[in-house]
T-cell receptor
Framework: EAGVVQSPRYKIIEKKQPVAFWCNPI?????LYWYLQNLGQGPELLIR????????DSQLPKDRFSAERLKGVDSTLKIQPAELGDSAVYLC?????????????FGPGTRLTVL | AQKVTQAQTEISVVEKEDVTLDCVYE???????LFWYKQPPSGELVFLIR??????QNEISGRYSWNFQKSTSSFNFTITASQVVDSAVYFC?????????????FGTGTRLQVTL
């Protein structure tokens, strides 16, 4: 069974440019998470989806970040415009709603460098 | 608010040594779940264990064992006879909303380096 797929794996952009990250969760996983991981830190939740509904986006900087999960499967996280401080790894994870109890399966992440 | 503290930033051991990674958590909830994840150089976090707050039994899985002590709010992880492949960053995490898709609060991680 395929794991969580993310693309691209690496992205280098100039500040003020837009950038988008894509995530395909494990088949059948209704819950999808986007995390931000700064160097030397643990992941921090940005947004959580239950199917296509964003149920927890309290940590998402909505002035420049947006996310969508059309049809409740794939998801895209966008930053516009990017700032130097956005350089980090963006992780996507998924889990089963029933019985998941927090057991999340993570993708390899997208490492963003903003110059 | 929830908090997870991993005071050990980096640990270096020689292969076959035993090593314990410490985790201390804070929460006011009486029902919670604790986790350990491994993050190898490839970047993917790999789930290792989940333990709920009502089950203080220690667990052993091969060379891995976990010691959960509510009295000290600790959930420590021991690797016996460490191997080079154990080299990774290990994260302890806490969730306080069981029964629903949970929000994990992670510690800052402990980097384990196992050398020959």
């Amino acid at each position: 069974e395929a794991g969580v797929v993310q693309s691209p794996r690496y992205k280098i952009i100039e500040k003020k440019q837009p950038v988008a990250f894509w995530c395909n969760p494990i088949s059948g996983h209704n819950t999808l998470y986007w995390y931000l991981q700064n160097l030397g830190q643990g992941p921090e939740l940005l947004i959580r989806y239950e199917n296509e509904e964003a149920v927890d986006d309290s940590q998402l900087p909505k002035d420049r970040f947006s996310a969508e999960r059309l049809k409740g499967v794939d998801s895209t996280l966008k930053i516009q415009p990017a700032e130097l401080g956005d350089s980090a790894v963006y992780l996507c994870a998924s889990s089963l709603v029933a019985g998941g109890l927090g057991e999340q399966f993570f993708g390899p992440g997208t490492r963003l460098t903003v110059l | 608010a929830q908090k997870v503290t991993q005071a050990q930033t980096e640990i270096s051991v020689v292969e076959k040594e035993d090593v314990t990674l410490d985790c201390v958590y804070e929460t006011r909830d009486t029902t919670y779940y604790l986790f350990w994840y491994k993050q190898p150089p490839s970047g993917e976090l790999v789930f290792l264990i989940r333990r709920n707050s009502f089950d203080e039994q220690n667990e052993i899985s091969g060379r891995y064992s976990w010691n959960f002590q509510k009295s000290t709010s600790s959930f420590n992880f021991t690797i016996t006879a460490s191997q080079v492949v154990d080299s990774a960053v290990y994260f302890c995490a806490l969730s306080v909303k069981p029964g629903t898709a949970s929000k994990l609060t992670f510690g800052t991680g402990t980097r384990l380096q196992v050398t020959l």
